[in-house]
């Protein structure tokens, strides 16, 4: 048994499946297969059940499965102290960020980190907020900053900094000169929207919910669109209206290509959270992104 064995463990449980955790650990499924039948040699049982294409922990791996997590948690620990101790960070670090601080502030802050730890690479997987906490929790980044909030047992969610999401129409549109306009209003006319996943979507259906209204019961939904400049497109198009975080619109509003307004009645602030996995410590690439992003004002990158 080695520590190596052990992590591919995990991930065939964590994911439920071999091929899957092949694909997160870089290698092959007969690769992954041999390790694991290697520990089940070594402690003389059966640890994973293949039942109908999904890898199952039996009794025995559910045990080795929560020692493992202890010892692999000691690991990082003691690697992060030690990297501390001795200023040595140098390496590759996966993070994710959701489409409006993955686009507009996560860049300026990797900018700002590298400056730093000139030493650490870091590479940044943009998705919507949903995709990103799944990655997290699959073990595929080691952090992510998205812009809803998610309910799940696993998941740490700190609040980094604060967003405004308004109503943005376009510069021709009747109600441009406006600075606020009623939900009823907004109800009968062509609205754009975010994929389901999208922070901007979830945070847009619990803020009318507190209304006792439904998006696609009570709006009139033209298009549904998988990206911010996809729905600025078709604003500026005359498509539809949409609600946006004002900063995927910040050049727009200052040349006057585009308008804000306020919906009143209804609570569009938001927050980025930074989300991580609370089975798993931090590499020392991690925690030293994570002492570096909590400690500077996100916004003022």
Not at 2 to 13: A, T, Y
Not at 28 to 35: D, E, F, K, N, R
Not at 123 to 146: H, N
């Amino acid at each position: 048994m080695d520590l190596w064995q052990l992590h591919i463990f995990c991930k065939v449980v964590e994911l439920a499946s071999f091929s899957k955790a092949g694909q997160t650990v870089h290698l092959s499924q007969p690769t992954v297969s041999s390790h694991i039948k290697d520990l089940e040699q070594h402690f003389g049982c059966p640890l994973i059940n293949r039942l109908a294409r999904r890898a199952v922990p039996t009794k025995a791996g559910e045990l080795l499965h929560s020692h493992a997590l202890r010892i692999l948690a000691l690991r990082d620990e003691t690697e992060t102290v030690m990297a501390e101790f001795l200023g040595h960070y140098k390496g590759r670090l996966v993070i994710g960020g959701s489409t409006i601080p993955g686009g507009y502030l996560l860049p300026k802050m990797i900018g700002r980190f590298n400056h730093v730890y000139p030493n650490i690479r870091i590479s940044l997987i943009i998705s919507d907020s949903r995709e990103i906490v799944q990655k997290t929790l699959a073990g595929e980044i080691e952090l992510g900053v998205v812009g809803a909030h998610f309910s799940d047992d696993h998941l740490c969610e700190n609040a980094l900094a604060s967003d405004t999401m308004k109503l943005i129409v376009a510069r021709q549109h009747p109600w441009a000169g406006r600075s606020s306009i009623a939900l009823d209003d907004l109800r009968q006319e062509p609205l754009i929207v975010r994929e389901s996943g999208s922070g901007t979507r979830q945070v847009l259906e619990r803020a009318i919910a507190t209304k006792g209204l439904r998006l696609h019961d009570a709006f009139h939904i033209v298009a549904e669109i998988g990206n911010t400049a996809g729905v600025i497109a078709g604003i500026k198009s005359g498509l539809g209206v949409s609600v946006l975080s004002t900063m995927a619109v910040e050049d727009d509003l200052t040349y006057q290509t585009l308008a804000a307004l306020d919906i009143s009645g209804i609570d569009l602030q938001r927050n980025f959270y930074l989300v991580s996995d609370q089975r798993r410590a931090f590499s020392p690439l991690a925690h030293a992104f994570q002492t570096f992003i909590t400690t500077h004002p996100i916004n003022d990158a």
